[in-house]
């Protein structure tokens, strides 16, 4: 018979050898949860999207356990800074500004900012153009941003998440929205958004990026290699390509 200190002792040494207890402690990502058809909240009440669908794969191909965090995109790096989550999968652009708290993966996907509204009404979409139109774009954005420093003769108008930011659209609270035109392709294509258009080229610039990364605190640098392996495996074995053709029509890497 194994006494009670001889069983505690073979517990012991299976906890201290299990990789999932002691070597691979749970990784958690940070999401918004705001941000069709990228991450949202579904209607069974259920984070979803291409992010979560991503961030499955890559916690797969870097065989670890995961767990999700959502969090306003307003408080996101905010919340990585404190710990709150170990990576963050949401559609992070990269910046300068952004560089100096955040590390940054190799890119999963690249897309271009687009303004949509009336386009019977709004065909010129320099600042000039536009001078006088209310345009909107969720706060705290790339999109919000480069608005603040290039369309300072328009009416800026700015949600807390791009979901407000369609709906101010929508309620006539607004008369354009500069966001991303994979994001804003869903929202044509629904009811709420059928009334709007596409208008004028995608814009860019070496401001607004075209590139998403999941990030990390810049201390963890081991952990975003192994994101850049895993992303390199999912687009290797095929997984990437059949999230990718869940959400999209064409190849968004």
């Known amino acids: 018979m194994i006494s009670r200190r001889t069983l505690a002792a073979l517990l012991l040494t299976l906890v201290s050898a299990s990789p999932t207890l002691a070597e691979d402690p749970v990784l958690r990502i940070g999401t918004e949860g705001a941000y069709p058809p990228f991450n949202f909240i579904n209607e069974k009440g259920e984070l979803a999207g291409f992010d979560v669908d991503i961030a499955k794969a890559l916690c797969k191909e870097m065989q670890r356990t995961c767990t999700f965090v959502v969090t306003p995109w307003a408080e996101i790096i905010e919340g990585l800074e404190q710990n709150k989550y170990d990576l963050m999968v949401s559609s992070m652009a990269f910046t300068e500004e952004r560089a100096k708290r955040i590390a940054y993966s190799d890119p999963y996907y690249r897309s271009h900012a687009v303004f949509i509204g009336d386009a019977k009404k709004y065909q010129d979409i320099s600042p000039e153009g536009l001078a006088g139109a209310r345009i909107t ?19 800026l108008v700015f949600g807390e998440d791009q979901p407000q ?22 929202f044509l294509e629904s009811a709420e958004g059928s009334a ?6 995608p814009v860019t610039n070496d401001f607004l990026q075209s590139t998403a990364h999941v990030t990390a605190r810049k201390s963890d640098t081991a952990l975003l290699e192994q994101v850049n392996a895993a992303i390199k495996k999912t687009r290797l074995d095929g997984s990437y390509e059949r999230i990718n053709d869940i959400y999209f029509p064409f190849s968004i890497y």
């Open 137 to 155: 774009a969720g706060k705290g954005t790339m999109q919000s941003q480069y608005l603040s420093k290039v369309y300072a003769k328009s009416t």
């Open 165 to 186: 930011a369609q709906s101010f659209l929508e309620q006539g609270k607004a008369d354009l929205m500069l966001g991303d035109a994979i994001e804003l392709m869903s």
């Open 196 to 201: 709007f258009e596409f208008i004028g080229d």
